[in-house]
């Protein structure tokens, strides 16, 4: 039966999805990625090699696969012919990586944009990547936008990207970020031929595959508490990061879905401002960074660390439909001596939801569990596992009502435990 599987970060992002989605990647016929832009970075290790893909769906190691970047997502084409360089470096076959024609474009103006508007912020700064990917959804709903199809047509591009340049142009100028037009369609018509043969109708792309029985697989970027439109608003990211975001970023309805697999690490982590009730600013969290190796992959900048919040992930699990759960990074929790679970917010004594946080007085309650000291690296079955390292994870499972299907106790591929095959449960 053919139908559509979706993998979700159900935290902050950075959770492990692209690791994920490689590994899944041999039962489908097609990778896609959904949303997002080139300001999510997956890493992938592959026989010892890291790689970092950024626009690219994290399924390019599993030839010949077709891979799709929907339009949903906003594309850097200077980023993306670099990465397609990149990869061809390695022996990748690229051509096998297609691009809707209906993606819309992040253009320096955007990245300029970008970052004026973090200045401008000041103390209120979101912590944005300043990679543009805002002001690109920012164009697309307010139809000033270029998308890829444009880059076939030289006179309709070199029109929007005027007519762009028109509508910033004072506040570009102001900032002593001015774009020079000629220059700039210059750019696009030499990366246009890079692209060009890349880019397809990626709807009619998605329901070949569904119509002739095969499977697709769906990568989003971030996780669901930086949903645009459910996350912790407006410290959130400019797409919707969730599983309905499949269907309009993809362009299918919500009937192929068969599977929503959400990812989730042991810890909570995040970047940038924004409410994090589980946080640790101790030395506790020092060790969660420094053994998860927890900086950003694209800026580098020093994750916030924190305790698994459950109040936040079953909020997840419910949004995101999510059939099972996949819980990365046991291994950095090694050698803690207990490990708390934010078990739900209270403010003037009462239980309050997802919808109250950011607001003065919301404060975490913590439920504690025994650590364990075993190095878990080395594990390959569930049974294996130390047992309060497996009753964590049951707790886990059972705080968000939601079957763990995996565990991952290492960036290897061969490090993800899979419950699911071993027809056995933690």
Same mark, same amino acid.
């Given at each position: 039966?053919?139908?559509?599987?979706?993998?979700?970060?159900?935290?902050?992002?950075?959770?492990?999805?692209?690791?994920? $989605?490689?590994?899944?990647?041999?039962?489908?016929?097609?990778?896609?990625?959904?949303?997002?832009?080139?300001?999510?970075?997956?890493?992938?290790?592959?026989?010892?090699?890291?790689?970092?893909?950024?626009?690219?769906?994290?399924?390019?190691?599993?030839?010949?696969? #077709?891979?799709?970047?929907?339009?949903?997502?906003?594309?850097?084409?200077?980023?993306?012919?670099?990465?397609?360089?990149?990869?061809?470096?390695?022996?990748?076959?690229?051509?096998?990586?297609?691009?809707?024609?209906?993606?819309?474009?992040?253009?320096?103006?955007?990245?300029?944009?970008?970052?004026?508007?973090?200045?401008?912020?000041?103390?209120?700064?979101?912590?944005?990547?300043?990679?543009?990917?805002?002001?690109? *959804?920012?164009?697309?709903?307010?139809?000033?936008? $270029?998308?890829?199809?444009?880059?076939?047509?030289?006179?309709?591009?070199?029109?929007?990207?005027?007519?762009?340049?028109?509508?910033?142009?004072?506040?570009?100028?102001?900032?002593?970020?001015?774009?020079?037009?000629?220059?700039?369609?210059?750019?696009?018509?030499?990366?246009?031929?890079?692209?060009?043969?890349?880019?397809?109708?990626?709807?009619?792309?998605?329901?070949?595959?569904?119509?002739?029985?095969?499977?697709?697989?769906?990568?989003?970027?971030?996780?669901?508490?930086?949903?645009?439109?459910?996350?912790?608003?407006?410290?959130?990211?400019?797409?919707?990061?969730?599983?309905?975001?499949?269907?309009?970023?993809?362009?299918?309805? #919500?009937?192929?879905?068969?599977?929503?697999?959400?990812?989730?690490?042991? *810890?909570?982590?995040?970047?940038?401002?924004?409410?994090?009730?589980?946080?640790?600013?101790?030395? +506790?969290?020092?060790?969660?960074?420094?053994?998860?190796?927890?900086?950003?992959?694209?800026?580098?900048?020093?994750?916030?660390?924190?305790?698994?919040?459950?109040?936040?992930?079953? /909020?997840?699990?419910?949004?995101?439909?999510? %059939?099972?759960?996949?819980?990365?990074?046991?291994?950095?929790?090694?050698?803690?001596?207990?490990?708390?679970?934010?078990?739900?917010?209270?403010?003037?004594?009462?239980?309050?939801?997802?919808?109250?946080?950011?607001?003065?007085?919301?404060?975490?309650?913590?439920?504690? /569990?025994?650590?364990?000291?075993?190095?878990? %690296?080395?594990?390959?079955?569930?049974?294996?596992?130390?047992?309060?390292?497996?009753? *964590? +994870?049951?707790?886990?499972?059972?705080?968000?009502?939601?079957?763990?299907?995996?565990?991952?106790?290492?960036?290897?591929?061969?490090?993800?435990?899979?419950?699911?095959? %071993?027809?056995?449960?933690?």
């Amino acid at each position: 039966m053919s139908g559509v599987t979706i993998v979700v970060g159900i935290q902050w992002g950075d959770e492990g999805k692209g690791r994920i $989605v490689d590994v899944l990647a041999d039962r489908a016929e097609m990778i896609a990625r959904f949303g997002g832009g080139n300001n999510a970075g997956h890493t992938l290790v592959v026989e010892g090699r890291k790689v970092v893909l950024r626009s690219v769906p994290s399924g390019i190691f599993h030839a010949p696969k #077709p891979l799709l970047i929907g339009a949903g997502v906003v594309i850097d084409l200077a980023g993306f012919v670099q990465e397609l360089d990149e990869l061809r470096a390695i022996g990748v076959d690229v051509s096998r990586v297609k691009l809707d024609e209906r993606a819309h474009l992040t253009l320096p103006y955007h990245i300029a944009l970008d970052r004026l508007g973090e200045q401008a912020r000041g103390k209120g700064a979101i912590g944005t990547t300043g990679r543009g990917i805002g002001p690109t *959804y920012v164009d697309r709903v307010a139809r000033s936008g $270029v998308r890829a199809a444009d880059l076939r047509e030289p006179e309709r591009l070199a029109q929007r990207v005027r007519a762009a340049l028109a509508l910033h142009g004072n506040r570009l100028s102001e900032g002593g970020a001015a774009i020079d037009a000629g220059r700039l369609l210059e750019e696009l018509a030499a990366l246009s031929t890079r692209v060009a043969p890349h880019l397809v109708d990626g709807v009619a792309l998605v329901h070949d595959v569904l119509e002739r029985g095969g499977d697709i697989l769906c990568e989003g970027a971030q996780g669901t508490m930086l949903d645009v439109g459910f996350g912790t608003y407006p410290y959130v990211t400019s797409s919707h990061t969730i599983a309905g975001g499949a269907c309009v970023g993809l362009g299918f309805g #919500p009937m192929a879905v068969r599977e929503v697999i959400g990812v989730t690490k042991a *810890y909570c982590t995040r970047v940038g401002a924004g409410p994090f009730p589980s946080e640790l600013d101790d030395a +506790v969290g020092e060790q969660l960074r420094a053994r998860g190796n927890e900086y950003g992959t694209n800026t580098g900048r020093p994750r916030r660390c924190g305790w698994f919040d459950v109040v936040a992930a079953r /909020y997840a699990c419910r949004l995101n439909g999510v %059939s099972r759960l996949v819980v990365t990074k046991l291994d950095v929790m090694s050698g803690l001596e207990r490990v708390g679970v934010v078990s739900s917010y209270v403010k003037d004594g009462r239980p309050v939801g997802v919808d109250r946080l950011g607001e003065a007085g919301v404060t975490p309650e913590v439920t504690w /569990y025994p650590g364990w000291s075993e190095d878990v %690296s080395a594990v390959r079955r569930v049974e294996d596992l130390p047992r309060n390292a497996r009753a *964590y +994870v049951q707790a886990l499972e059972q705080a968000t009502d939601t079957p763990v299907g995996w565990i991952s106790v290492g960036a290897e591929r061969s490090s993800l435990i899979s419950i699911v095959d %071993s027809g056995r449960r933690v």
